[in-house]
């Protein structure tokens, strides 16, 4: 028995030694694996950086491509603008019968050739806005006015283009709506492109045209029309450049597809942003939400006390 334990021992001994030896070579080849991942992962980064670099060249690429496109268009627009003025001036002189007088057909002829003109015109301008908002080229310029003023100068430009009985435009009292300090030639801009969309794409039934407080910071204007309104599939589409639905009513009106594009990016940039609703045969709601002070202006309205007072008044009473 006590002769057996130092043989026992080394036995033991030798036991151990085996283990730590296959431990170590798992070891090695464990050592191994991973320079062989390390391996494989410097290669993995390096391909990141490449296609990092690649991608930082097509953004760039992307930028000079819409940078071109930006000048294009307002070089293009720009040099639109003095022939089509001529032709308009001239139009005019020639239908104030300046040069002398006209026959019934010249006149037709001629308002036909104004009234082209000024299509082309609006176009023109719309595509030099949408190039100077792309730039950042276009500011803001902020004032506080009220939105009775807006919706009567609105109402104005309006009526003498509602030549039919069977659509009606109602402009509804905005009530318990603050002053607000934003670009009024800005949203007036927004409106009267929803507003002559509603009427272009409405036979019969109403425009209704609403202001309403979304919260402390925020306004909600929306054009709801009974016309034709917008199938499902295309709503995610309609605020992008150029984008026309076709049927019967967008035949009959020309158009180049702008004034809503042209209309989300300027709500954007008021700091707001834009909206639709639309039920093909039922109607649709466009709206624009802004904030009340633009820019986060903290100002209250330049007033007298007492009209300040009124102000804070209207701002809690809903
Ligand atoms: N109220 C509406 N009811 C039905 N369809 C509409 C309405 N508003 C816009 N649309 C559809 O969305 C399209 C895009 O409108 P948008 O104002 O951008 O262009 P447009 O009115 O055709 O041309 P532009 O405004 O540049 O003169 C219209 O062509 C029309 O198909
Ligand atoms: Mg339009």
């Known amino acids: 028995m006590m002769v057996d334990q130092p043989r026992e021992n080394q036995e033991q001994c030798r036991a151990l030694q085996e283990e730590i030896q296959t431990l170590r070579a798992q070891l090695d080849r464990r050592r191994e694996e991973i320079a062989e991942l390390n391996a494989e992962l410097a290669e993995t980064n390096k391909g990141v950086v490449v296609l990092y670099a690649e991608l930082d060249d097509k953004a760039e690429a992307l930028r000079q491509a819409s940078d071109l496109k930006s000048r294009f268009l307002s070089y293009m627009s720009h040099e639109f603008r003095t022939p089509l003025g001529a ?114 794409f409405t036979q019969q039934g109403t425009v209704r045209v609403t202001a309403r407080r979304q919260d402390d910071d925020a306004v909600t204007f929306s054009v709801s029309d009974t016309g034709i309104g917008i199938a499902q599939e295309h709503h995610a589409a309609i605020f992008q450049d150029f984008i026309q639905i076709d049927s019967p009513l967008q035949r009959k009106w020309r158009g180049t597809g702008l004034g809503l594009s042209l209309s989300k990016k300027i709500a954007e940039l008021l700091g707001g942003s834009v909206a639709m609703t639309s039920e093909p045969g039922a109607g649709s709601t466009f709206s624009v939400t802004i904030p009340i002070r633009f820019g986060g202006e903290q100002a209250t309205p330049p007033s007298l006390p007492e009209r300040r007072a009124g102000d804070r008044r209207e701002l809690h009473a809903e």
């Open 87 to 200: 032709i308009r001036t001239i139009s005019r002189i020639l239908l104030d019968r300046m040069d002398g007088p006209l026959s019934d057909e010249q006149e037709r002829q001629v308002r036909f050739i104004q009234q082209s003109a000024t299509e082309l015109n609006q176009m023109v301008d719309d595509l030099l806005d949408l190039a100077k908002i792309e730039a950042g080229r276009i500011s803001v310029s902020p004032a506080w006015f009220e939105m009775v003023d807006l919706f009567a100068a609105l109402r104005g430009m309006f009526k003498p283009l509602l030549t039919t009985t069977t659509v009606s435009l109602i402009f509804e009292e905005p009530a318990d709506l603050p002053r607000i300090y934003t670009d009024d030639k800005k949203l007036s801009q927004i409106l009267r492109n929803y507003i002559s969309n509603a009427l272009k």
